[in-house]
């Protein structure tokens, strides 16, 4: 019987703690306050900010937006950066990505105060990370590695295919997966569009999590049976809907379902846990910046 791995009820569990400890930091007079930044007229990317919006302010996390038109200079984007380093009511700077091809994404990053990166990006938080210190873990990453210990699968001594070599989840995801201790110890392997015979490194695979950006191109023929599936891909595809698309994977869900232990669905999988991690991180950061200690 496959288990299909439900990522809204994981990620629920861990916002009640997020906001136990929103609760216990608002006690102190500190009230964790994250800043969304959007520089994109881009419709998912509009509608991933107000998620995270909407998802802080349901826990009492302060929430600040700023829009910028995505034909201003890099200039302007970084002004409001150096705006939101200096404000002690920000905790957390989020900027969305994509950015427009004129902003020079590496000097954004490390335009962010590295306390305040709460995505993690930053090159000292990335250090830290694989110097096995890290201070925020990438949201994504890091709620992969929640909802495998949730759902009781263990990573130690496991062969993990992790599909994507980004900067936001393939690398980080690798990077966790090596470190020692829970949720790390795996033999990992990274594959990306040059890899050769991707199929052949699946199928030898006790854990396969696909980031690729690719729609279903992971099927059941690629799989080998008991394998774990976790699938990150949030493709939009045409369809006869409403909006005209739908939502799908990088995996192919029905038939990697009659193969996998354990899998992802998309919607409702991975998505969840990046916001629930956002929101842990705010409150690390808040909790970090203000000296009040509470149990994450
Ligand atoms: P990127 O486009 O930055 O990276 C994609 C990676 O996949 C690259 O390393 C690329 O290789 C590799 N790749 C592309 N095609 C293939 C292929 N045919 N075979 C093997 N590898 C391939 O994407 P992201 O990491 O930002 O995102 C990946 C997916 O995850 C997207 O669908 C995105 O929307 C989704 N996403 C979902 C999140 C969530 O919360 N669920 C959060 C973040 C992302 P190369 O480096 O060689 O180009």
Redesign the pocket.
């Known amino acids: 019987m496959t288990t299909v791995i439900d990522g809204n009820e994981i990620g629920d569990q861990i916002t009640e703690g997020v906001a136990a400890c929103t609760d216990t930091l608002v006690s102190e007079g500190v009230t964790p306050g994250l800043a969304t930044v959007l520089m994109s007229d881009d419709g998912a990317s509009e509608t991933y900010v107000s998620m995270k919006q909407r998802a802080c302010n349901e826990i009492g996390i302060e929430g600040f937006h700023h829009q910028i038109s995505a034909d201003e200079s890099a200039e302007a984007l970084f002004s409001t950066i150096d705006e939101l380093n200096a404000d002690p009511a920000v905790h957390g700077i989020l900027v969305q990505m994509p950015l427009p091809d004129h902003v020079p994404k590496r000097d954004v990053l490390e335009r962010i105060d590295p306390m305040k990166d709460v995505d993690g990006f930053h090159p000292e938080n990335v250090g830290r990370l694989v110097a096995g210190n890290a201070r925020y873990k990438p949201c994504?990453p890091h709620g992969i590695q929640k909802m495998l210990a949730e759902t009781g699968v263990v990573t130690e001594g496991k062969d993990v295919v992790v599909?994507?070599?980004?900067d936001?989840?393939?690398k980080p995801m690798a990077n966790l997966l090596i470190q020692y201790g829970p949720g790390g110890n795996a033999t990992t392997t990274v594959?990306?569009?040059?890899?050769d015979d991707?199929a052949d490194k699946t199928r030898n695979a006790d854990i396969v999590i696909a980031?690729?950006?690719?729609p279903e191109?992971i099927d059941g023929s690629m799989l080998s049976a008991g394998t774990t599936v976790i699938d990150?891909?949030?493709?939009r595809v045409d369809a006869d809907t409403e909006k005209g698309y739908e939502l799908v994977g990088?995996v192919d869900f029905e038939s990697a379902k009659e193969k996998a232990d354990a899998i992802t669905p998309v919607p409702g999988g991975?998505?969840p846990l990046?916001i629930a991690m956002l929101l842990y991180n705010t409150v690390k950061a808040a909790s970090l910046q203000s000296g009040v200690d509470i149990r994450l």
């Not at 594959?191 to 890899?195: A, E, F, G, L, V």
């Not at 980031?211 to 690719?214: E, L």
């Open positions: 994504t599909v994507g070599r980004s936001i989840v393939g594959c990306h569009s040059r890899t991707l980031a690729a950006g690719v191109m990150v891909g949030i493709n990088d991975v998505g990046t």
